[in-house]
Every structure is written in C-alpha cells, then in structure tokens.
C-alpha cells in the first residue's frame, strides 16, 4: 500500500534546536506558521505552580511568552540563512517524505505533517522488511483502540508507514507530580486506559519460572553478544537478573496471566486533546505480563523524573489494589491471580523491561539508553529493599 513519491527531502537541524529537524522545502510562510501557531506536542508545556500570586503569575507568563518569541525569531532567522544558502549548510539529512518537522527516532526518523495532520515514519535502511511488516502488523491491530492513533498508509518496499498525527499537550503527570496529584489523575483517567489494554486481547497463562528462565537466556545470550559486555556495567546486569529467577524460584513455578500492553506505558506517551486523553508511541505494543504497562507508568518517575522510590512503594500500594478492584468482575482470574502473585508479577516486569531496555541499547544510535538501564537497575533494587523493610 504506497502513495509517497520517490522524491528526497532535505531536514536540518538549527543551532537553537535540540531534537526536531526542520525541511528545508517547505515555504517560508507555512515554517512561520508552524513556529508561532502549531501546538507541536513535541515541546514539553511550561507549567505554574498553582499557587503562585496573580502579579508573579503574570510576570511568569510573561517571560514565557517573550521566550517563545525569541527562541522561534531566532530559529526563522537560522532557517533563513540555510534555505537561501547564507549559511554553511552542516549535516543534512535526507528522507523520501515530505512533512515540515522530523526526530531522530528508534530506528528510524519520525517525519511531522501538520498541515495534513499525519505523522510518517521512515524505518534506517539496516531494519529488515520482516521487522517493519511486524511493527506494521501491530498498529494495524492498535488501530482499534479508541485512544490510541490510527495507521493509514504504509510501504514496506519504501520502508515508511504513515499515521494520524495526535494534536495535544503533554499530560500533567510527564513532570513529578506530588503524590496525591498522581494518583487522583491515575485513578480518574489512567486506570480505565489501563483495563481496556488489558482486557482488549484474551488474556493467556504461562509459567511464571519457565518464562523467566527462557526470558534469561535470552537477555545473557544478546548482553554476551555485545562489546565489552565483560565491563562493570554488564556484570551488575547479570546479576540482578540472576538474582530475580533465583527468586521466582523460590516462589514456586506458578501460571501468570499475559495481557495486551502499549510496552512504553509512561506520561511522555500521554497526550491531552479536544477528545481526550490519546496514547502514542505504540511500537512496542504486544502481550506481556499483566502488570507491565502498570509498573511502566509508576517506575518512570524514579528512574526518569527523580521521584524517590520510598514514594513510589506508598504511590504503588494504594494503586494496585484499585487495579485488581477494577478487574474483579471484568476478569476474575486475573485479578485473583494478581492479588495471590503481586511478587511474581514484579519481578517478572523487572525481567521484560531489562530486555527491552537492552534491546533498545544495542539498536539505537540516538538515546544513552545505559543510563536508563542504571536508573531502572537503581530503582527495582531499591524498591525490593524499601518492600522487604516494610513487610518485616
């Protein structure tokens, strides 16, 4: 299924930009349109503090407004040097789709039409057609959830697929948010995202310990493949997973529930629009252990918004019981199976995110995806300190 032309576009990254790419094609007048009048969801949104005084607020205000402009004069400026060729043009990146911003993403660019309102992404040339069908496979099925985007278009020969571009703010909860906060926005809208993922496939059942041990193997197999996975970093990998199996073990070789998950369930992937909370991001959707998307949302916030773990225990017993609540009459094996196993279920997140956050180290060029190993690495151990301390 292919309409893009076979036309190269040339993206640029200006001096005052971190992340987006700009097309150098595009008319001067639709950039300055983008610049000052699009709700580019890619910019994080400048939040004040609620209880600041009206006169400080609107000083605030202010500054943030005089720093929109300044910045967006700024990049017209840069954008103008590079299309007319003022300016030395530095690395330019050329991509066979046509939008007015990109990103570097995983694998690939992620190419923005705002004025079409879709989103294009356009796979690196080392991804395989097998791994581009299978991602495209996904959304296909993705594309039945009511808050999740659509795909429209693809071309695994052109190596792209194109979406519906979401329009929204990042939601509230992508900055630390205090306790009470958190769980009032987890209880009134990310719950009921939650359940539906969870119930939209059949639930399966699998082993707790055999998964685990195939899930090992799997993960040594990818970290001994990989350069100088002999170093410090690699070791303390090893053995924190060794230690969870070790664990699951003990516990007995039980049947857990599998569910269909987003697998980035976290607030950056959380958009607010005219109709609602909208999901994005959906690549890595699939099935996993029924509490992955559930310790994805919460374990973000300490290993990516240094948010205390001691937090996150208290955060997390009051919000797991209004999951399993939730299910009970909509799932009443699962839910019972979370109630009996909310060890094993944690431990085997640790399992899956370890291999997803190594899988993601060893293909993606653009994020220092070791640091967030670490930050998980911190925070799962933490975590089953602070949770032992407690039950003693």
């Given at each position: 299924?292919?309409?893009?032309?076979?036309?190269?576009?040339?993206?640029?990254?200006?001096?005052?930009?971190?992340?987006?790419?700009?097309?150098?094609?595009?008319?001067?007048?639709?950039?300055?349109?983008?610049?000052?009048?699009?709700?580019?969801?890619?910019?994080?949104i400048v939040r004040f503090d609620p209880k600041t005084s009206r006169g400080r607020l609107f000083v605030k205000q202010l500054q943030s407004y005089l720093g929109f402009v300044k910045r967006n004069v700024r990049c017209l400026s840069y954008f103008l040097g590079y299309k007319f060729q003022l300016l030395s043009r530095k690395k330019?990146?050329?991509?066979?789709?046509?939008?007015?911003?990109?990103?570097?993403?995983?694998?690939?660019?992620?190419?923005?039409?705002?004025?079409?309102?879709?989103?294009?992404?356009?796979?690196?040339?080392?991804?395989?057609?097998?791994?581009?069908?299978d991602e495209i496979d996904i959304l296909k099925v993705v594309s039945r959830i009511e808050f999740a985007s659509s795909i429209k278009k693809w071309s695994i020969e052109e190596r792209w697929y194109e979406e519906e571009y979401v329009n929204g703010s990042l939601d509230s909860s992508y900055k630390p948010l205090d306790s009470g906060a958190l769980l009032e926005k987890f209880f009134n809208e990310i719950l009921q995202h939650l359940?539906?993922?969870?119930?939209?496939?059949?639930?399966?059942s699998q082993n707790s310990v055999e998964h685990a041990l195939d899930m090992t193997r799997g993960l040594q197999s990818k970290i001994l493949s990989k350069p100088g996975?002999?170093?410090?970093?690699?070791?303390?990998?090893?053995?924190?997973?060794?230690?969870?199996?070790?664990?699951?073990q003990a516990e007995g070789n039980f049947p857990i529930f599998w569910v269909f998950a987003h697998g980035d369930f976290v607030p950056a992937n959380m958009l607010n629009t005219q109709h609602g909370m909208k999901i994005i991001d959906w690549e890595g959707a699939g099935y996993r252990s029924a509490l992955f998307d559930f310790y994805s949302y919460f374990f973000y916030r300490p290993a990516c918004r240094d948010v205390s773990v001691s937090v996150l225990v208290s955060e997390i017993q009051k919000a797991l019981p209004m999951v399993i609540s939730e299910l009970?009459?909509?799932?009443?094996?699962?839910?019972?199976?979370?109630?009996?196993?909310?060890?094993?279920?944690?431990?085997?997140?640790?399992?899956?995110?370890?291999?997803?956050?190594?899988?993601?180290?060893?293909?993606?060029?653009?994020?220092?995806?070791?640091?967030?190993?670490?930050?998980?690495?911190?925070?799962?151990?933490?975590?089953?300190?602070?949770?032992?301390?407690?039950?003693?």
């Open positions: 299924m292919s309409s893009h032309q076979s036309f190269v576009f040339q993206f640029i990254k200006l001096p005052s930009e971190k992340k987006r790419l700009f097309c150098l094609q595009q008319n001067i007048l639709v950039f300055a349109w983008m610049l000052f009048f699009v709700k580019d969801s890619l910019t994080p330019v990146v050329e991509l066979p789709c046509y939008g007015q911003i990109c990103v570097p993403i995983h694998q690939g660019y992620k190419i923005f039409d705002f004025h079409k309102g879709v989103a294009i992404k356009v796979f690196d040339h080392h991804v395989n057609s097998s791994a581009i069908r359940i539906s993922l969870m119930l939209f496939q059949e639930p399966i996975s002999t170093g410090a970093e690699y070791q303390k990998i090893t053995s924190f997973i060794e230690d969870i199996v070790r664990r699951l009970t009459a909509k799932a009443p094996e699962v839910s019972s199976s979370l109630k009996a196993l909310e060890k094993n279920y944690r431990w085997i997140y640790y399992l899956e995110m370890m291999s997803r956050l190594i899988d993601r180290e060893m293909t993606d060029n653009n994020l220092n995806v070791m640091h967030y190993i670490q930050e998980y690495l911190k925070a799962f151990s933490l975590y089953e300190e602070l949770y032992a301390s407690e039950k003693e």
